[in-house]
């Protein structure tokens, strides 16, 4: 089959759809599918665009064609975000060019970032080369916005894009979310013409750097006094709750201080937060680091939070969790406890969910996590069980294989 997949951003850039991308292209050449991608020059950060590859690479069997970068992008904002904004439009473009020229697709595949005009990109492209579409939702946009309170419902843009994307979903012949609960909320707000698929994310392949060992750290249990060390690792949202994380540390601090808890990551909420935490002897900061240096400090840590606000289950998966499991870590969950998440986790022992999102509903799971640390190690073995026989790169694979072989018989 051939596939033309669309994406800005593609290996070496750094957000992790771009290494999944590689990952996912590369296993399907191996297939005997003929795998395009056309993305842009690294650019998701000031750092990325350092690096400059070439515009047309062959890389382990996958036709990677990168377009340039503004100038100056680097060092102005607005150019940056300029050409974030016409991105998009670029790419139309060359699908016009493309066709005219005689290239010729079976498939065209994209995700939802940027919200709502990558999927109107994707679904325009396959229609111009008369190719199926393949919508990758990796969030549920327009609807997580207003959710979190950025987009009014009754407001005009929010029911204009949310018409485009209603299309956009309606119209993909394969549309593919990462959980049950998102795949019930599409079917609520808009069924897709063909199949429906779930299939989550998995752990990155670290391309630059060897594999190594990083389960360095010997957990805690109930014959010494370490620390029960917990960590929130990732972007510092002000959508999180995480304010509520400080203030369940300020009620047991006196009570249990065994509990460590370190905020790895930067973000809007950061300041906010350190304010919040000044004089607490039980919370840390450090600065963002490189994924290939922070997972050795996750790796050393008993527990990971998940912190997702009210009902945005329905619209997201936190992919920090498939990171946390990869290097072994339970997890700490604030969550719906009907949510799919909450259920895996309680089901197979693989940490604990708070029974509300109050500071004294967290800080009674905190203080169950110290009374109950003897089942550290317990825990940590469901999670490597679990991760083994569920959440591998390989089993990924093996269902994308299975969806693109589905849609190639498609008549």
Excluded at 219 to 240: C, K, M, S, T, V
Excluded at 315 to 322: G, I, W
């Amino acid at each position: 089959m051939k596939i033309l997949i669309i994406y800005r951003h593609f290996w070496p850039d750094s957000p992790p759809y771009a290494s999944m991308l590689r990952t996912i292209s590369t296993h399907l050449a191996t297939q005997g599918h003929d795998i395009t991608i056309w993305c842009e020059q690294p650019c998701y950060k000031s750092s990325d665009m350092s690096r400059d590859c070439p515009s047309h690479q062959d890389l382990e069997g996958v036709a990677v064609h990168r377009i340039s970068r503004f100038p100056l992008a680097s060092k102005i904002k607005l150019i940056a975000m300029l050409g974030k904004i016409l991105f998009p439009l670029r790419i139309l473009i060359k699908a016009m060019f493309a066709k005219l020229s005689g290239q010729k697709y079976d498939l065209v595949w994209t995700a939802t970032i940027p919200p709502v005009v990558q999927g109107f990109v994707g679904r325009k492209t396959s229609k111009l080369f008369n190719a199926k579409f393949l919508y990758h939702c990796q969030d549920l946009y327009p609807e997580i916005a207003n959710q979190m309170g950025l987009l009014k419902e009754t407001g005009l843009f929010y029911r204009l894009i949310k018409a485009v994307e209603k299309r956009n979903r309606r119209e993909a012949d394969c549309l593919v979310t990462l959980s049950e609960d998102m795949a019930q909320t599409v079917l609520e707000l808009q069924k897709p013409s063909g199949s429906l698929e779930i299939v989550n994310n998995f752990n990155l392949d670290d391309f630059d750097t060897a594999t190594e060992n990083t389960a360095e750290h010997t957990a805690a249990d109930d014959h010494n006094e370490q620390p029960i060390r917990i960590i929130f690792a990732g972007n510092l949202g002000l959508f999180q709750g995480l304010d509520k994380i400080v203030d369940a540390a300020r009620i047991i601090e006196s009570q249990c201080p065994t509990i460590q808890i370190l905020f790895l990551g930067e973000g809007k909420a950061l300041n906010q937060l350190k304010r919040s935490a000044n004089g607490l002897t039980n919370i840390k900061f450090q600065p963002h680091l490189p994924f290939a240096e922070a997972k050795h400090i996750i790796a050393k840590s008993d527990y990971g939070i998940v912190s997702i606000e009210p009902d945005i289950y329905r619209f997201a998966y936190p992919s920090k969790l498939l990171t946390y499991f990869g290097l072994g870590l339970p997890v700490l969950a604030i969550v719906e406890q009907e949510s799919e998440l909450a259920q895996m986790i309680m089901a197979r022992s693989l940490g604990y969910v708070s029974k509300g999102r109050t500071a004294a509903e967290i800080s009674d799971m905190l203080l169950l996590v110290a009374k109950d640390r003897n089942k550290i190690n317990i825990m940590k073995s469901s999670v490597a069980n679990t991760h083994q026989m569920m959440l591998k790169p390989d089993r990924r694979l093996q269902q994308w294989a299975k969806i693109i072989d589905g849609l190639e018989n498609m008549q």
